[in-house]
């Protein structure tokens, strides 16, 4: 199958990609046994990551979402983060784990962790799929990370450009 011009080298395959989600599924599980797990979606891009670690968990769990802007339609954040969609439960006295699709700056999830914490959950940790390091702005303990990444803009398995992309189901560079 010819790909679209837009995008370039892939750099993770689907394969990569699950078998990282097995692994970090495994030390998830292992950390939240017996207690009160919820699954804390960062949208757009973290659904379908969420929805394959969610299914890999094998313990009773519970999901929510939020919905924050940084970067609008642009390739670089804005480092203003707005909440567009705010979670529905209360999270007081709640294990939250934040399902983020990437870290770049760090900037909203920097911003997440503070709001959050503010609302009294019992822990508070998060899982990223990906990582840019030489772009991060701020220092964040994320306890599950997938992959470090070049500093290329990233799409595909929920990231997106201009809303498009998700859908692949590897991680791409995208051509600009």
């Known amino acids: 199958m010819e790909l679209p011009p837009e995008i370039g080298e892939v750099l993770l395959t689907e394969e990569m990609i699950q078998d990282k989600i097995r692994e970090l599924a495994k030390r998830i599980t292992e950390d939240y046994r017996d207690r009160d797990l919820l699954l804390v979606g960062v949208l757009e891009g973290a659904f379908i990551l969420m929805s394959d670690l969610a299914r890999e968990i094998p313990l009773p769990l519970e999901f929510d979402f939020m919905a924050v802007s940084s970067y609008g339609s642009q390739t670089d954040s804005s480092g203003v983060v707005r909440i567009l969609k705010d979670l529905d439960n209360s ?86």
């Not at 990444?149 to 791409?172: C, K, S, T, W």
């Open 91 to 176: 999270i007081q006295g709640r294990d939250v784990l934040i399902v983020e699709d990437i870290i770049v700056s760090g900037l909203t999830l920097q911003y997440l962790m503070r709001t959050l914490g503010a609302r009294d959950p019992a822990s508070l940790e998060v899982c990223a799929l990906l990582t840019k390091p030489e772009r991060l702005r701020v220092d964040l303990p994320a306890r599950y990370v997938g992959f470090e990444i070049p500093n290329e803009f990233a799409i595909g398995y929920g990231l997106d450009h201009a809303q498009r992309y998700r859908n692949l189901d590897y991680v791409a560079a995208l051509v600009q």
